[in-house]
């Protein structure tokens, strides 16, 4: 059986440790030279930033996010023993892990080390869909000649690079579709390297539990167990019609799931539907300028991340969240895409201004929708704001000071607020 140390990346014949290095972090697997679509997932990305750019917090458990009534953004896996998850609520996650280090994210660190992983991925193929900062598929068929070297192989350099050069890890997923690479990924984490071969796909898929298909939330679970579907095994035994007629479009996909299967291509150009940035206080408020200075933080950060990919968008979205637990939305489609705060926030503050409820409010986000790309974005003056140009050129020379002298060089006084 073929096998590859994932330390050197020497390959042979399989055995219990490398040959060479007498490493035993060996992975063997029948098809290991034949698969070449990847998922790549980063380790707890956000708290294994923090971790390498504070080596005091190596040891301990983190989670990234706000106060006591903010939500876990990410928690590294010190802290995921203790049962904390992304999304938890923070008194919950504190309640379970209270001697835990709570730090606030740096969203512009993150996107930086995003790149840096990115380019890494681009050297191995042209063929990268990312799904987040710290995750993507990768089809790497027909490299192994320009490479000299199989897609397992690459990607095992892959994750080796990621240590080495960005003090970061990352887990990958190998199979024969994009369903089942997704799959692998979860399976040994951290710093894990698992496979799934076609013809284990049907075996290995049969005892494990539908809510595996990445997708399927608690509103589908439910609806799921309530046809009795709780395993793949469950699926295998309805008709294709019986599940299109019970799940529309979705029994479909299950249908072609539970055998296995999965058409959808990597693809390179899949779009980002939208950016988005919201905060959770600490205590609910209706205090104006508490807000106002939320709602041009909140813009900002969208802009940094829109600047930071080279897109712009026409729809922004202002996002509350009453005491109550209520939500409130409100939307505004501009004449033409944007990526400047200065206009995200005037829009979201006007979208706010005219919701007709002064709160008191226990989370504000803001968002861009409608994306297309940067080039098409900020091109004409606004005849109703003789005052639009002056500031979008401000934005700009504030933008030139913080990449060259940090992101606090230069704040506007609301920020303060």
């Avoid at 008191?360 to 091109?379: I, K």
Wanted: charged residues 30%.
């Amino acid at each position: 059986m073929p096998a590859l140390c994932r330390d050197c990346l020497s390959t042979f014949d399989a055995g219990r440790r490398c040959p060479a290095c007498r490493s035993p972090r060996v992975l063997s697997h029948p098809e290991l030279f034949d698969l070449s679509v990847a998922h790549m997932d980063c380790d707890a990305f956000y708290a294994s930033v923090e971790k390498r750019d504070n080596p005091e917090l190596r040891d301990k458990p983190v989670i990234i996010g706000g106060g006591r009534r903010g939500v876990v953004s990410t928690a590294c896996y010190i802290a995921r023993i203790k049962g904390v998850r992304s999304a938890m609520p923070m008194f919950q996650a504190l309640r379970l892990c209270p001697e835990a280090v709570v730090v606030k994210g740096r969203m512009e660190v993150y996107v930086e080390v995003s790149r840096q992983v990115r380019a890494m991925m681009d050297e191995l193929t042209p063929v990268v869909e990312p799904l987040s900062l710290d995750e993507a598929f990768m089809d790497l068929s027909g490299t192994a000649r320009l490479h000299g070297a199989s897609p397992a192989v690459m990607l095992a350099r892959l994750v080796r690079r990621m240590q080495d050069e960005l003090g970061i890890t990352g887990s990958i997923g190998l199979s024969h579709n994009k369903f089942l690479a997704k799959v692998a990924s979860d399976l040994d984490k951290p710093r894990g390297f698992s496979i799934i071969g076609r013809a284990e796909t049907a075996e290995f898929l049969r005892d494990k539990p539908v809510s595996l298909i990445w997708g399927v939330g608690h509103t589908s679970q439910a609806a799921l167990d309530r046809a009795g579907i709780r395993t793949f095994d469950d699926l295998l035994r309805w008709e294709k019609r019986d599940l299109v007629h019970r799940f529309g479009t979705m029994g479909e996909r299950l249908w072609h799931l539970a055998r296995g299967e999965d058409k959808r291509r990597v693809s390179a150009h899949a779009p980002v539907k939208g950016i988005s940035n919201e905060t959770t206080f600490h205590e609910d408020t209706a205090d104006p300028d508490i807000l106002d200075g939320h709602v041009w933080r909140l813009a900002e950060k969208v802009s940094d991340r829109a600047k930071a990919k080279g897109i712009a968008g026409r729809v922004v979205t202002l996002k509350l969240k009453r005491a109550n637990h209520t939500l409130l939305t409100r939307r505004h489609a501009l004449r033409e895409p944007t990526q400047m705060a200065d206009r995200i926030y005037r829009t979201a503050r006007t979208l706010f201004a005219h919701a007709g409820d002064r709160g008191p409010f226990r989370l504000l986000g803001v968002g861009l929708s409608e994306l297309c790309p940067a080039e098409a974005a900020d091109l004409s003056g606004d005849l109703l704001d003789p005052d639009a140009a002056r500031r979008a050129g401000a934005e700009r020379a504030a933008d030139a000071i913080r990449a060259r002298f940090g992101h606090d060089a230069i704040l506007k006084g609301r920020a303060l607020r």
